[in-house]
């Protein structure tokens, strides 16, 4: 699966919106926060489109108004065990996520070798996982990180077929982008469509508001929960 890129400038990986921390920052700033507040989804999720896709027009087709079938994958930033037996997710208008959840295998074929996708299960939405570093072991997690949109991820591929039941049938609502900044991203703009490829740089984050029309949940992932 693609990965955020990287700021031109900096050997960091961060995820637009929030901080590179080290481990021990992660730990403490998570395990003092309180839960997630439990709230009924309205149907609308915000993603954030990369620089690098937008850049060789792999995200063409997002374009206000129109309908895409897509599966928002999580950029994982960090992520612990889960404490609270509950399952929830949020999402901010610069498409951060928060979710705690249960990890399911989505086994994909590549003939030669055997891989997997990994896919977390939050109360039945699932949200394949790009993991930024190392990957965790077994059990239920709570993880932060951003939601984003991945081509490899497209009905017809490899990754994508593994996860058909992560794809869900979405209206483009909005799409806008933000200057990046040090601490939050600033001075929205509303834009009909993504921007060309020559438009494209890593010094703004752009997003974009996607409103569920599939209002069907899909059946469970076929899948071992790991």
């Known amino acids: 699966m693609a990965k955020p890129a990287r700021a031109r400038r900096s050997k960091e990986r961060t995820v637009a919106g929030r901080h590179h921390e080290d481990s021990g920052d992660f730990v403490r700033r998570t395990l003092g926060r309180r839960a997630l507040s439990e709230e009924r989804w309205d149907g609308e999720v915000t993603v954030q489109l990369l620089p690098h896709l937008l850049a060789t027009g792999e995200l063409s087709t997002i374009v206000v108004g129109r ?17 609270s037996e ?22 994909l074929d590549t003939g030669a070798r055997s891989c997997r996708v990994d896919v977390l299960d939050v109360d039945g939405r699932l949200f394949p996982v790009n993991w930024a570093g190392t990957e965790p072991g077994d059990g239920r997690l709570w993880i932060e990180g951003a939601l ?12 994508g077929e593994a996860v058909a039941l992560c794809r869900r049938r979405y209206r483009v609502r909005e799409i806008r982008r933000y200057r990046r900044t040090t601490y939050r991203p600033a001075d929205p703009v509303r834009l009909d469509a993504v921007p060309g490829p020559d438009e494209v740089t890593d010094e703004a984050i752009y997003v974009a508001d996607l409103r569920l029309v599939d209002a069907v949940a899909p059946p469970s992932l076929a899948s ?3």
Not at 72 to 80: D, E, K, S, T
Not at 150 to 159: C, K, R, S
């Open 148 to 159: 984003y949109l991945d081509p490899e991820l497209a009905a017809g591929t490899d990754h």
């Open 67 to 83: 309908e895409v079938e897509v599966a928002p994958a999580i950029y994982v930033a960090g992520y612990l065990p889960a404490l």
């Open 86 to 107: 509950s399952e929830t997710w949020k999402v901010d208008e610069f498409g951060c996520f928060d979710g705690r959840g249960a990890l399911i295998t989505a086994p």
């Open 224 to 226: 071992e929960r790991r």
